[in-house]
């Protein structure tokens, strides 16, 4: 695999019905972004240690599995053009190749394991943390209406954040959705507290800084209808009760801690294992989502 000749949006394929809800999710931002596909099915010679497997050539069937993903785009989306990449390998170092110069990873909820193994918790956890893009797992119920929506998006004011809310103002543009920027704010239980401690005034502050974050975003995005809302609670209940109506919740990967940041492995890992709606999870620094 020539990962720099790999652009525009990449899923990882593994034969599931997941892995099916992943190719659809992927096919239709491709289509809306305007950039080709690639489909991977990574594969690897052992299972489980087992060298009874290691005597089975299952490169025919690894074959197969990906052509049957690439049929299922064409058939989903002739419009979108798409290339299928065949690995043997660790699915989760494969797919972070070849993802490095895409705009896009896109990936199930979960796997079947074993040699395609998209487990969230393993392999996705691994293209979640590590990757130079952004990634979706493409949770969610399959059957739920695509009528008007939101798109929601976690901010608490890190670097990661601050492109969570670029990609969501990206994603909604894109598909003719209203962004909903949720800032959950969490105080510190205090004994005797100060009397100079004004928490109404702390929370209209954060409301505040939250508004100025998103000005240039509103700006760049005329069209797209935008509301910013500060919620007292832990963040994992905020964001996920927000998310229960929403398309898409776009998170960053690492917080401040400041609203109890949104740190990967506590709160986004949380997410993106229980979320009822895709999930997007954004890195700072890297190549912006459109």
Not at 262 to 272: D, K, R
Request: hydrophobic share 45%; net charge negative; with cysteine.
């Amino acid at each position: 695999m020539d990962a720099n000749a790999i652009s525009g949006v990449v899923v990882g394929y593994d034969g599931s019905q997941n892995g099916v809800r992943a190719l659809d999710w992927a096919a239709d931002e491709a289509r809306a972004r305007g950039l080709p596909l690639t489909v991977v099915h990574a594969w690897e010679a052992f299972i489980g240690g087992s060298m009874a497997m290691a005597m089975v050539d299952l490169g025919p069937l690894a074959q197969e599995t990906l052509d049957g993903g690439v049929e299922h785009v064409r058939k989903h989306a002739p419009d979108v053009p798409v290339q299928g990449v065949l690995e043997c390998g660790q699915s989760a170092a494969k797919l972070l190749e070849a993802g490095r110069n895409a705009a896009l990873i896109v990936l199930g909820p979960r796997g079947l394991g074993g040699f395609a193994g998209l487990l969230l918790g393993s392999v996705g956890a691994q293209v979640v943390a590590h990757a130079s893009c952004p990634v979706v797992i493409a949770r969610g119920d399959p059957d739920r209406p695509a009528g008007p929506g939101h798109v929601v998006v976690g901010v608490d004011g890190s670097p990661a954040s601050r492109a969570a809310l670029a990609m969501a103002f990206t994603e909604a543009g894109l598909h003719g959705l209203s962004v909903h920027a949720v800032a959950a704010w969490e105080p510190e239980p205090v004994k005797d507290p100060p009397p100079l401690v004004d928490e109404a005034g702390m929370r209209e502050a954060a409301t505040t800084r939250l508004d100025r974050l998103m000005i240039p975003l509103r700006d760049r995005h005329p069209g797209v209808d935008a509301q910013a809302e500060v919620k007292a609670g832990a963040p994992r209940e905020v964001l996920l009760d927000a998310a229960q109506d929403a398309r898409l919740l776009v998170v960053g990967s690492r917080g401040l801690g400041g609203f109890r940041g949104l740190l990967l492995g506590s709160v986004s890992h949380a997410l993106v294992q229980h979320a009822p709606c895709p999930v997007a999870v954004v890195h700072a620094a890297e190549k912006p989502g459109g």
